[in-house]
C-alpha cells in the first residue's frame, strides 16, 4: 500500500526538539530487552478456560518475531505492505506485531467484534495482503468468515488461522518452522525500518462514516508510550496486566509495546473475567 503520512515529516522537526519523538523503534526495544534479559519472561498468555498460561521469554519472543517475520516474507509481504490481525490477546498478536516491524510492514490491528461489513471495508481500503485470525473465538467461527470474504477481496492472499493445526495453520506457516535459520534470512531481516515509517494502520469505528485509516510510526506511538510510562514510575521490574483488547490502541500501546519498551512481562488474558483477573494479579 502506498501510504501518504505527509504529516510525519511537516511535525518532525518540532517533535525532535521537544523530545516527544525518540527516533526508536519496537526492533531497537525487542533486541534490547532479548539481550539484556534472555530468560526473562515477556509475555504470559492466559486463555480463559485453560489452566495454564503459555510463557514466552524475551529470548523466544526475538526468535518467534524472526521466524515469523520469514514466515511472513515467504507469504510475499514485503515493507509497506499491511498484514491484519483479527486476534484476541494471545501470544499470536504479539508475535504477528513484531514480525510485521521486522520487515517494515504495517500491521492493522481488527477488534474481534468486527464481522463482514466492517471487515470488508477495512481490509479493502487497507489491501491486506494478509490477515491472522483465530479458527474460533467466543462461538465465532473467524475462520470460515474470512473464507467467505476473501473472494471478495482481491489483495487478500492468504489467510493464517491460529488455532488450526493444519497447512494454514500459525504454527505452520509462521511459528513452526525455523524459518530463521533459512540461508536468506538474515538478508531478509537486514532491512529494518526506521521510527518515521508507518508501522500501524487502525480504523476509526466509523461512527460519522466510514471508518479513518490512521497511520501510525515508531515515534508517534512512543511519544504516547513513553510519558505514560514515566508518569507512572514503571521500569522492568513491574508487570503489566492487560485485558483490554490489543486490537485497541489501549491493549496495543500499553499491553503489547510497553512492556517490551521496560522489558518486563505483559500478562495478557483474552477475555474478562475478574475471578481470573484477581488470580492472575
Not at 519496537?26 to 533486541?31: G, K, R, T
Not at 490477515?131 to 471478495?152: I, K, N, W, Y
Not at 493445526?165 to 533459512?182: I, K, N, V, Y
Request: aromatic residues 8%; charged residues 20%; hydrophobic residues 45%.
Amino acid at each position: 500500500m502506498q501510504f501518504d503520512a505527509h504529516n510525519l515529516a511537516e511535525r518532525r522537526p518540532a517533535m525532535i526538539a521537544a523530545g516527544h519523538w525518540r527516533d526508536r523503534t519496537i526492533n531497537d526495544a525487542l533486541d534490547a530487552a532479548a539481550a539484556a534479559y534472555p530468560e526473562r519472561p515477556a509475555v504470559v498468555a492466559a486463555r480463559l478456560g485453560e489452566p495454564h498460561a503459555r510463557t514466552i521469554t524475551y529470548g523466544e519472543l526475538a526468535r518467534l518475531a524472526d521466524r515469523a517475520a520469514v514466515g511472513l516474507h515467504r507469504l510475499g509481504v514485503r515493507s509497506g505492505d499491511v498484514v491484519a490481525a483479527q486476534l484476541p490477546n494471545w501470544w499470536e498478536f504479539t508475535v504477528t506485531y513484531l514480525a510485521c516491524a521486522r520487515l517494515g510492514a504495517a500491521m492493522n490491528p481488527l477488534m474481534h467484534i468486527f464481522r463482514e461489513r466492517e471487515l470488508r471495508f477495512m481490509l479493502g481500503h487497507g489491501e491486506a495482503k494478509v490477515v491472522v485470525t483465530p479458527s474460533v473465538f467466543r462461538g465465532h467461527d473467524h475462520a470460515a468468515m474470512f473464507a467467505a470474504l476473501q473472494s471478495e477481496l482481491p489483495t487478500l492472499e492468504h489467510v493464517v488461522v491460529a488455532g488450526d493445526d493444519g497447512p494454514a495453520g500459525f504454527d505452520a506457516l509462521l511459528a513452526g518452522p525455523s524459518w530463521e535459520d533459512e540461508p536468506d534470512a538474515s538478508e531478509i531481516l537486514g532491512a529494518r525500518p526506521g521510527p518515521d515509517d508507518v508501522t500501524q494502520l487502525i480504523y476509526t469505528s466509523g461512527t460519522t462514516g466510514e471508518p479513518k485509516g490512521v497511520m501510525h510510526s515508531s515515534n508517534t506511538l512512543f511519544a504516547n508510550i513513553d510519558p505514560y510510562a514515566e508518569r507512572l514510575g514503571l521500569g522492568g521490574d513491574d508487570v503489566v496486566l492487560m485485558a483490554s483488547p490489543m486490537a485497541h490502541q489501549t491493549g496495543f500501546m500499553y499491553g503489547l509495546m510497553m512492556p517490551i519498551a521496560l522489558g518486563c512481562p505483559a500478562v495478557l488474558l483474552d477475555v474478562w473475567d475478574a475471578e481470573r483477573a484477581v488470580e492472575l494479579i
